[in-house]
């Protein structure tokens, strides 16, 4: 529709003889978040300029009025696709602060979580962006390769997307006994979809006429407006967090970093397939590394969740039956899981509903004034997200929350390069072009 909004210096530079419009932010391409303005000669696109800011969340500020734990489920909600990869950036963010030392099998978890997280972001990513061009069974085929990969992360987090699974010194919970039953499942499902998706796009002329050699981008100018992750790999830059400053166990497993030739459209489409493929290739050695857990039994062999009912009953009387989310959480599975330091893990369940010295330890946890307390000082540290380097700088004043934190959303950077690599464009490349960006509301407008 023409644009009916107030001029703007945008409009006032406008020629006489061009058509303003708005392409968002209803469009559907657009995802509800984005404003494009163009200015149109026909459909040629001479100019425009990205608005943003209709999914603000106000994501820092919020963090800095919350307690270290409990700003974690707000990292959730940035890369909503990927979850698990931001849990894991904050977490290791404050372990660098704290100085905690994670255990192993927390550390191959963390990993294999991770990657799973990666291959469902790529997957969503794409389906989008093959949908937006009128591929909707490439879209179908991937959805359903999502499937099996969020029965995983259900399958040990309890939940699909906003999973805050990932805590400060190790996870929430031990992987499901079933987990591997499930994972080699996904992986097997997983590829069976990519080999159909290569089959369906890779050579359709269709696909490749809306995307070889449109928008490309340089490897100078991917430098110079901050890109990293699939976006810039497929400049041909080999840059990978993963590789560049590993982190878990990432410099223990064998992968390749894909790298793109033209830095177009179709660039950006093959990096993130074939990014899905080496990420498959880790969790199957993350599934290899994974050092035995301790058996989760009390010191009487009876399981933890039926030792404290029947603690409880013994006091009461009656048969108290304890939630199953304490399941993979028991204290004796806690040296394998999290970090030995009282001031920045939970307490076990089983002191806390079974004694009043636990049920004080816990409450001083979460009370105002009390939990997590880090020294003074400020500390970065960034992941490999799925848009690219997610990193989290943090100040700390020695309080129970942050004096400041702030988020290197990689989807920032690269939406910002959406106006030149548009512009001389036609209008309908601006479809595929923005869905090769894998824009996330959630990171791109915290």
């Known amino acids: 529709m023409p644009d009916q909004s107030p001029p703007t210096r945008f409009a006032a530079a406008a020629r006489p003889e061009s058509l303003l419009i708005n392409m968002g932010p209803s469009h559907p391409a657009m995802h509800g978040t984005i404003r494009i303005?163009?200015?149109?000669?026909?459909?040629?696109?001479?100019?425009?300029?990205?608005?943003?800011?209709?999914?603000?969340?106000?994501?820092?500020?919020?963090?800095?009025?919350?307690?270290?734990?409990?700003?974690?489920?707000?990292?959730?909600?940035?890369?909503?696709?990927?979850?698990?990869?931001?849990n894991l950036g904050y977490a290791m963010t404050m372990e660098k602060m704290l100085g905690l030392a994670v255990p192993e099998r927390?550390?191959?978890?963390?990993?294999?979580?991770?990657?799973?997280?990666?291959?469902?972001?790529?997957?969503?990513?794409?389906?989008?962006?093959?949908?937006?061009c009128g591929a909707f069974t490439a879209f179908l085929y991937t959805m359903k390769a999502r499937e099996f990969l969020w029965d995983v992360i259900e399958q040990t987090s309890g939940a699909r997307m906003t999973t805050s699974y990932i805590r400060i010194g190790g996870v929430r919970a031990d992987l499901h006994p079933d987990y591997a039953a499930h994972v080699a499942k996904a992986l097997v499902e997983t590829r069976k979809v990519l080999k159909d998706v290569h089959g369906l796009l890779d050579k359709n002329k269709i696909f490749l006429n809306r995307t070889r050699d449109v928008a490309v981008m340089s490897q100078e100018d991917a430098i110079a407006y901050g890109w990293t992750g699939p976006c810039l790999r497929?400049?041909?830059?080999?840059?990978?967090?993963?590789?560049?400053?590993?982190?878990?166990?990432?410099?223990?497993?064998?992968?390749?970093?894909?790298?793109?030739?033209?830095?177009?459209?179709?660039?950006?489409?093959m990096v993130r397939m074939l990014e899905m493929e080496q990420s498959l290739r880790i969790i199957?050695?993350?599934?290899?590394?994974?050092?035995?857990?301790?058996?989760?039994?009390?010191?009487?062999?009876?399981?933890?969740?039926?030792?404290?009912?029947?603690a409880r009953r013994q006091k009461s009387g009656r048969p108290i039956r304890l939630s199953p989310n304490l399941e993979g959480s028991e204290k004796a599975v806690y040296k394998d899981i999290l970090a030995a330091d009282g001031g920045a893990v939970i307490p076990p369940k089983e002191e806390t509903y079974t004694s009043i010295e636990g049920l004080i330890t816990h409450f001083k946890f979460f009370m105002k004034g009390h939990g997590i307390r880090?020294?003074?000082?400020?500390?970065?540290?960034?992941?490999?997200?799925?848009?690219?380097?997610?990193?989290?700088?943090?100040?700390?004043?020695?309080?129970?929350?942050?004096?400041?934190?702030?988020?290197?959303?990689?989807?920032?950077?690269?939406?910002?390069?959406?106006?030149?690599?548009?512009?001389?464009?036609?209008?309908?490349?601006?479809?595929?072009?923005?869905g090769s960006m894998n824009m996330i509301g959630g990171e791109l407008d915290r």
């Not at 992941?383 to 934190?405: A, H, K, Q």
């Open 374 to 434: 880090p020294p003074k000082g400020e500390v970065y540290f960034a992941v490999e997200g799925g848009n690219g380097e997610l990193g989290f700088y943090i100040v700390s004043d020695g309080s129970d929350r942050p004096y400041r934190l702030h988020l290197r959303g990689p989807c920032f950077h690269i939406v910002s390069a959406l106006e030149s690599l548009i512009k001389g464009r036609l209008i309908a490349d601006v479809i595929p072009t923005f």
């Open 284 to 310: 199957e050695q993350c599934v290899a590394l994974l050092p035995k857990a301790a058996p989760g039994l009390m010191a009487d062999g009876m399981p933890p969740a039926e030792a404290i009912s029947e």
């Open 37 to 86: 303005m163009l200015e149109l000669d026909g459909e040629r696109i001479l100019n425009s300029e990205v608005e943003v800011g209709y999914l603000h969340r106000g994501f820092e500020k919020t963090c800095e009025a919350r307690t270290w734990f409990n700003l974690l489920i707000y990292t959730d909600r940035l890369n909503y696709v990927s979850p698990l990869i931001n």
């Open 234 to 269: 497929s400049t041909g830059v080999r840059y990978d967090v993963r590789k560049a400053q590993p982190y878990l166990v990432y410099d223990r497993v064998a992968f390749d970093v894909p790298l793109g030739e033209r830095g177009d459209n179709f660039d950006r489409y």
């Open 106 to 132: 927390a550390q191959v978890i963390r990993a294999l979580m991770s990657e799973v997280s990666r291959v469902s972001d790529h997957l969503t990513c794409l389906a989008a962006m093959a949908m937006e």
